[in-house]
């Protein structure tokens, strides 16, 4: 029989990194079934030999590269739990950003929104718990991705959201009041690309150096914007110049740049003029 306090000591000889510690916690704490308090109140607490074999498991997909959100398929995003797998990329903090800048915008309105390219439903969900009266559409090209934000929806009763499947514009009707995607903007030949191997390579990488999806999405959104309607879109943090260029090249207004919660450039918005 191996403790807890053991086990953690044991296992953070075998993971580096500045999260490993968490990593593990979080790992010991989802085989035991508590939470992290569990841990630190009680280190002496002694795993059975089924617990022990399924941390290894786990910790071994870990050693192995995969990321956490993946061996546990779950993710926290804005205030929502969304189970994920390795189709759909694990949305990031920085988004949350961009979903803060939307529910800014649109503060006092009912609108109409769509989410391009909705991956595990993060962006549209976390706009459907903020504003259960929005009508919200979701798309995406993938039909497994889709399958993931419309499970992700039912677990969190949210009822607002329409899903459906094509690429960014095509499935549409009518027009919205804002346009929000994240969209792939890595270029091929990115170096980072390396460390994002476990993630979905159609959800990450875009033609022209990373810019062809933001390039078709600023210059096609036109016929589906209210007149002051928002194109919100999320970029690299070193295509922020790019982006805003494309936004007035487009004929939008009240052109910005954001930053993410690690002060990089992150996103970019532009109104569609009356
Ligand atoms: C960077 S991920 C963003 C996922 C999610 N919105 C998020 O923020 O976590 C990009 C998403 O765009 C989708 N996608 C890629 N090409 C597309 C296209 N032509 N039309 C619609 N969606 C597309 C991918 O399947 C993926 O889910």
Redesign the pocket.
């Known amino acids: 029989m191996i403790t807890v306090q053991h086990l953690q000591l044991q296992s953070r000889q075998l993971l580096k990194g500045d999260d490993a510690a968490l990593e593990i916690d979080t790992l010991l704490a989802h085989v035991l079934g508590k939470n992290r308090t569990f841990l630190r109140t009680w280190p002496e607490h002694e795993l059975t030999d089924v617990q022990f074999d399924h941390f290894h498991q786990l910790l071994q997909q870990r050693l192995e590269g995969k990321p956490l959100a993946y061996i546990l398929e779950v993710r926290d995003f804005w205030r929502l739990s969304l189970q994920v797998n390795s189709k759909?990329?694990i949305?990031r903090p920085d988004?949350e950003c961009m979903v803060e800048a939307v529910l800014k915008l649109g503060d006092g309105h009912q609108w109409r929104v769509a989410?391009?390219?909705?991956?595990?439903g993060?962006?549209a969900l976390s706009l459907a718990i903020e504003h259960p009266e929005w009508e919200i559409t979701a798309?995406?090209?993938?039909a497994e991705?889709l399958a993931i934000a419309q499970l992700n929806a039912a677990k969190h009763q949210l009822t607002n959201v329409t899903f459906v499947q094509g690429?960014?514009f095509e499935p549409l009707t009518g027009k919205f009041h804002c346009l929000v995607s994240?969209?792939?903007y890595i270029a091929a030949d990115d170096p980072h690309l390396s460390d994002l191997q476990h993630e979905p390579q159609?959800?990450?990488v875009a033609a022209d150096n990373g810019l062809a999806?933001l390039t078709h999405l600023v210059f096609l959104s036109n016929d589906f914007l209210h007149e002051n309607g928002w194109l919100v879109l999320e970029h690299g943090f070193e295509q922020g110049e790019a982006v805003r260029s494309l936004l007035t090249q487009a004929g939008f207004q009240q052109v910005t740049t954001e930053y993410d919660y690690g002060g990089n450039p992150r996103y970019s918005y532009g109104q569609k003029p009356c």
């Not at 798309?139 to 993938?142: A, R």
């Open positions: 759909v990329l949305p988004t989410d391009l390219g909705t991956g595990s993060a962006i798309t995406d090209l993938s991705s690429s960014w994240n969209p792939p159609h959800a990450l999806d």
